[in-house]
């Protein structure tokens, strides 16, 4: 694993958490597709409905940091056969990401069926790639192998997408409000004077989504660019996604848990003040059959009051 990937990885677990849902997978390997032929290509020969995702107990790094997400979907032919679809993530360079691709389709896409050849499946690896150099590791495949050999070196299919690539212009167009803002943010991650602008250019969507998952989304949008941002940048922003809230009603969960608690002291108060005006308007009845004549015993029994409150 090399420095730029070590450690507490926010970004790769952000990039886990919006696209192990297959909703969100599907749209972004839609908008790859407009940008990377191989990707095109593959949709075109599977069935992307079918599309399901493979639980993951395979990853090599910790909770914090895994980001590589597998799937299995029907070919589009209608064939009783399924291929594999591995999902992997970089932010940097790393020249164990081929060697790690190759690791997780042995260990994950087992498919155990009568008749078969073998117990894998075909399976097609697709690299996202956000970080701020140019790299592409299937580049350095073809340095020294005759032409023939290119495409033809790997023991499965593998493609790269810059998410760079990715038109500013097909985010903002997307339906799925969280996809089109997810690469965004990690698009400009790495240019902090680009992010904010672009973020905001979503605003007129954010209404779209409900006060839920515009939270959860800004959320987890605002953790995962605490490794790229510093702390006046994330505040600038932070205050540019409450001002867009406000304009939809939205609130954050901080401020739900404040109004509740305030309309829990409001509530309260609320019930002292009928109690106490309850008192009062029982002492003063108290006090004006006591001056009718009623006797003293009487009224203190009745009222559940002392002899000193009704006579003083």
């Known amino acids: 694993m090399t420095t730029e990937t070590k450690g507490k990885r926010k970004h790769d677990a952000f990039f886990r958490w919006l696209f192990a849902d297959v909703n969100h997978l599907k749209t972004l390997l839609e908008l790859a597709a407009k940008v990377n032929q191989d990707v095109y290509e593959f949709l075109s020969a599977v069935n992307l409905d079918t599309l399901a ?5 395979y990853s090599e790094v910790d909770d914090s940091g895994e980001a590589d997400l597998a799937f299995r979907v029907n070919v589009s032919t209608g064939a009783p056969v399924l291929v594999g679809v591995l999902v992997e993530h970089k932010s940097g360079r790393d020249p164990n990401t081929l060697n790690q691709i190759a690791r997780y389709i ?3 896409m087992k498919l155990h069926m009568d008749n078969r050849a073998f117990d894998g499946i075909p399976t097609m690896a697709i690299i996202f790639y956000n970080g701020k150099a140019n790299w592409n590791p299937l580049k350095n495949l073809e340095d020294g192998y005759p032409e023939f050999f290119h495409g033809a070196v790997l023991p499965y299919k593998c493609t790269f997408v810059n998410m760079a690539d990715i038109p500013d212009s097909d985010c903002l167009a997307c339906e799925d409000v969280e996809v089109g803002m997810g690469i965004t ?9 680009k992010l904010t602008p672009a973020l905001l250019t979503f605003k007129d969507n954010l209404g779209k989504i409900g006060r839920d998952r515009y939270t959860c989304l800004l959320h987890k949008i605002n953790v995962y660019l605490e490794e790229y941002l510093t702390e006046e940048q994330l505040k600038e ?6 001002s867009i809230g406000q304009k939809y009603g939205f609130v954050s969960a901080g401020d739900v848990f404040r109004k509740r608690l305030a309309d829990a002291h409001a509530e309260t108060q609320k019930v002292r003040d009928e109690l106490n005006k309850a008192e009062a ?18 009224l203190i029994l009745r009222f559940n009051l002392t002899k000193d409150q009704i006579i003083a």
């Open 53 to 57: 995702w493979i639980p993951d107990s």
């Open 106 to 108: 042995h260990s994950v």
């Open 185 to 193: 943010a990690m698009k400009y991650a790495f240019a902090p004077d």
């Open 237 to 242: 922003l932070e205050m540019a996604f409450v």
């Open 281 to 298: 308007e029982k002492l003063e009845t108290a006090r004006a059959l006591f001056k009718d004549g009623v006797p003293l015993e009487t």
